[in-house]
């Protein structure tokens, strides 16, 4: 069955920046979305296709995909982007099946 | 506004079944697939599958095959998702959404289950 793969934890420092990946085989074709989540928290969206970013979410968040692997960047990360991460996708089935990754996260100190 | 409301936290006993509804607003809910997923204590999200709610039609993960049943009730606007021969390792928050560019989430229903 088709799988996404990311990082199970990144670290950085505040004001630098933060790369989380995300890989599968299906993303040459598939978009890429990402969401943050914070600790007792519903996800909120901070990427969708690839690199779109939704209204309300600062513009230091950014995406993007190159072959079978998608990337959240962080451009000077804060301690309030201190969460859990998640890409999903969809597989190349048609039947728009849609996979998480495991989650990476995120420690910004 | 778009919201998902669930229904309220449920506790079972090993074996039995449950049902979580979620009501929808402020969009046209024939017009959005409905997922759900969800989220064990302390893991990560785990996408169960979806329906949609113009055609009745779903798809599950592998996974939930045979052990999930998505519905909906298009009058009044709400999809439910039926879970049987529960487990302790079914214990979880379950979500639904309205996954895509316009992404929006119910507020998540606990699913207990314990002896």
């Known amino acids: 069955s088709y799988e996404v793969t990311q990082p199970p934890s990144v670290s950085v420092s505040p004001g630098q920046t933060a790369r989380i990946t995300c890989s599968g085989d299906?993303?040459?074709?598939?978009?890429a979305y990402w969401y943050q989540q914070k600790s007792g928290q519903a996800p909120v969206l901070v990427i969708y296709e690839d690199n779109k970013r939704p209204s309300g979410i600062p513009e230091r968040f950014s995406g993007s995909s190159s072959g079978t692997m998608a990337t959240l960047t962080i451009s000077g990360a804060q301690v309030e982007d201190e969460a859990d991460y998640y890409c999903y996708s969809t597989d190349s089935s048609g039947n728009h099946t849609v996979v998480f990754g495991g989650g990476t996260k995120l420690t910004v100190l | 506004q778009v919201q998902l409301v669930q229904s309220g936290a449920e506790v079972k006993k090993p074996g039995a079944s449950v049902k979580v509804s979620c009501k929808t607003s402020?969009?046209?809910?024939?017009?959005?697939?409905i997922h759900w997923v969800r989220q064990a204590p302390g893991q990560g999200l785990e996408w169960m599958g979806w329906i949609n709610p113009k055609s009745g039609d779903t798809i599950y993960a592998q996974k939930f095959q045979g052990w999930v049943t998505m519905t909906r009730d298009t009058s009044i606007s709400t999809a439910y998702m039926a879970l049987s021969r529960l487990t302790s390792d079914d214990t979880a928050v379950y979500y639904c959404?309205?996954?895509?560019?316009?992404?929006?989430w119910g507020q998540g229903t606990l699913v207990t289950v314990s002896s």
């Open positions: 959404a309205r996954l895509g560019t316009e992404d929006y």
């Open positions: 402020g969009y046209t809910f024939t017009g959005y697939y």
């Open positions: 299906a993303l040459p074709k598939k978009y």
